[in-house]
């Protein structure tokens, strides 16, 4: 996990995450269990995965315990919704969920099946220690997917650790780094992402990427950005003058570069309702700009994309 875009105590909780399972895990199997102290089931748990920990510490496995009330946000890039929740850990990856086995005997089996086939220090594989390996492009793909699904979900805080996560392992991947800039872009917090974006024109082939120009968007709409009582002004400007289309434009772009995207987008499809062509169409292209930085697959914009249809073509 990375700490771009995070806040002190959350970057606090990656560092103490990767000491506890991430490090461990490059040559060991980590038993990652996910408890709380109200937890019932998780107290008659506890035993039967420290007991099995305990005999399989010859064969290269490790148990890692995390209190989710301690560590929300470690648990919320899990996906932890319910508890125990226990994955095995190879690598600083989940290799398999664990959660159903409840006995001895089940740990056993799932464990005996995962040391036959990863390279563990002392586990059951070779035996050959090996380099640690990032994740693959299928599950990069996977972690892309996830980053656009909590941008989509209004989560740009998790879609910024992992997308930065990414970059991490993946230096050359164009959508995780477009994904952290518009996350960024999100946060508010422009002056990393336009650090980001010089990474990104540092390299050709990540800067000629398609997958960039909506990153590059976000950053040229989040350049409108006013304060609060400038925003108020253009409002007042705006409602003053419904049928002066400068004043409608000017608070469009500022309302959305404010996270205000309903009334950016209100605005917006009212311009083009009265005078779709009015400079050259700039009401329209300026939506269009906004649904590619937020993403074509992000339920507000599809949204708003069919009422621009009933707009242009109802």
């Avoid at 960024?184 to 000629?208: F, H, N, R, Y």
């Avoid at 434009?249 to 309302?255: G, R, W």
């Amino acid at each position: 996990m990375a700490s771009m875009g995070l806040s002190i105590d959350e970057q606090k909780a990656v560092d103490r995450f990767r000491k506890a399972v991430v490090e461990p895990s490059q040559t060991k199997l980590v038993i990652l269990d996910f408890w709380a102290e109200w937890c019932g089931p998780c107290k008659a748990l506890t035993p039967v995965l420290e007991k099995v920990a305990a005999e399989y510490a010859d064969k290269g496995v490790v148990l890692s315990k995390l209190n989710v009330d301690e560590e929300q946000f470690i648990a919320a890039q899990f996906q932890v919704r319910s508890i125990p929740t226990v994955y095995a850990m190879f690598q600083g990856q989940p290799v398999a969920d664990l959660t159903s086995a409840r006995t001895e005997s089940q740990l056993k089996a799932m464990l005996d099946q995962l040391l036959a086939q990863l390279p563990i220090d002392g586990g059951a594989g070779d035996g050959v220690p090996v380099e640690p390996q990032g994740p693959s492009p299928e599950e990069i793909a996977q972690f892309v997917k996830l980053g656009e699904e909590a941008l989509a979900a209004g989560d740009p805080q998790r879609a910024a650790g992992i997308f930065a996560q990414i970059t991490e392992f993946a230096q050359d991947n164009a959508p995780a780094h477009a994904g952290l800039v518009r996350a960024l872009v999100q946060l508010g917090e422009v002056d990393q992402a336009k650090q980001v974006m010089e990474v990104i024109d540092s390299d050709p082939s990540l800067a000629t990427d398609p997958a960039i120009a909506p990153a590059r968007s976000a950053l040229e709409l989040a350049g409108t950005r006013v304060d609060d009582s400038e925003l108020a002004a253009l409002r007042a400007a705006a409602a003053a003058a419904p049928e002066d289309m400068d004043a409608q434009f000017a608070f469009a772009e500022a309302a959305f570069a404010a996270g205000q995207r309903d009334d950016a987008a209100d605005t917006l499809l009212a311009m083009i309702t009265a005078d779709r062509e009015w400079n050259e169409g700039a009401a329209r292209a300026k939506l269009l700009k906004i649904f590619e930085a937020t993403g074509l697959e992000d339920e507000w914009v599809v949204g708003v994309r069919r009422r621009l249809s009933r707009v242009l073509f109802g």
